[in-house]
């Protein structure tokens, strides 16, 4: 699978940012979603994951409460809505495809296919 991620860009404070990415292929339905992020200096961090199905999702605590995870099986989508951005959530936004569905060691793992980064940038 082939994933293409869009939709990041310089955002003040407070603001909200939707992040879309796009799979190529007929299987998209196969594969649990996930979102990470990787600000400079900084090792990646898990954002967000949502199953197969969109009926689980999961949360890194720093963006709980502020970022939803969805996904559109029959348009190969999964996007990433961010509110109350804060400076802090500056980062490289990442997309990736997973075999194996979500579950509690979701946060852990390492996806087996990635998009290219998009850049999400949140002045104070």
């Known amino acids: 699978v082939q994933l293409q991620a869009s939709g990041g860009g310089l955002v003040q404070a407070g603001g909200s940012l939707r992040l879309s990415c796009t799979a190529s292929?007929?299987?998209?339905?196969?594969?649990?979603m996930y979102w990470f992020r990787q600000a400079p200096g900084k090792e990646r961090e898990f954002v967000a994951a949502?199953?197969?199905?969109?009926?689980?999702?999961l949360y890194g605590d720093s963006v709980k409460g502020r970022f939803i995870i969805s996904r559109d099986n029959a348009k190969n989508t999964v996007n990433l809505q961010m509110n109350s951005l804060k400076p802090e959530d500056t980062a490289v936004y990442y997309c990736a495809a997973d075999l194996s569905d979500v579950g509690p060691w979701s946060r852990l793992r390492t996806p087996d296919y990635w998009g290219q980064g998009t850049l999400v940038t949140v002045s104070s």
């Open positions: 949502i199953s197969r199905g969109g009926g689980t999702t």
């Open positions: 292929g007929r299987t998209f339905s196969s594969y649990a």
